[in-house]
């Protein structure tokens, strides 16, 4: 017995190699950054991650190639460019290692897991959750709190004069995060009516 054809949507699409590339070119950054304790690769590293996010994401509405597989290879390729430039900014700044721990733990795998919470509904991405719920949208996925999420915690690790004014900020996030999961498994749990 055959299985029937499922229309499936394109995967090599100009997102997705926006996605595929600007990985691929922070990570090559990043290894010789943390190699070379270099500032300017690892600065350079960061600009390549957050600069392709944005295209990725933006050439995807644009061009009307949204796709679930899309997204999680976004949310993916996020996780791995974040944590090599993340090793580049320890090597940097060796006395961040409590806020840069902390940092990891909380977006590698509560913000991954609320991320992915995306694909229990019929959304094409997190970045339509305010459909599901608008406050868990915005604390999440709306563009402030996108941009705030990683360039936050990265500038105080940079400028602060010590590591609890990073700590202080990324437990604000975990809590947001924390209580954003809540909010998903308190939806997940309702009985359908």
Request: charged content about 10%; glycine content about 4%; proline content about 8%.
């Amino acid at each position: 017995m055959t299985q029937p054809a499922v229309a499936v949507p394109p995967v090599v699409n100009v997102p997705n190699a926006i996605t595929l590339v600007r990985t691929v070119v922070a990570i090559g950054l990043a290894v010789p950054a943390i190699t070379h304790a270099s500032v300017k690769l690892a600065v350079t590293a960061y600009l390549c991650y957050w600069i392709g996010d944005i295209l990725d994401g933006l050439s995807a509405r644009l061009l009307k190639r949204e796709t679930r597989i899309g997204a999680v290879f976004d949310i993916i390729s996020d996780r791995a460019c974040c944590a090599m430039c993340a090793a580049a900014l320890l090597v940097l700044k060796p006395e961040m290692t409590l806020p840069v721990t902390l940092f990891l733990i909380q977006f590698m795998v509560i913000d991954c897991v609320l991320s992915l919470a995306f694909l229990y509904w019929p959304l094409v991405s997190p970045n339509y959750f305010g459909s599901v719920h608008s406050g868990v949208y915005r604390w999440n996925w709306s563009p402030p709190a996108k941009a705030i999420n990683t360039s936050g915690v990265v500038f105080l690790v940079l400028f602060a004069p010590s590591p609890w004014w990073p700590v202080a900020f990324v437990l604000a996030v975990a809590v947001v995060k924390v209580v954003s999961l809540g909010a998903v498994a308190r939806l997940l749990v309702r009985p359908s009516r």
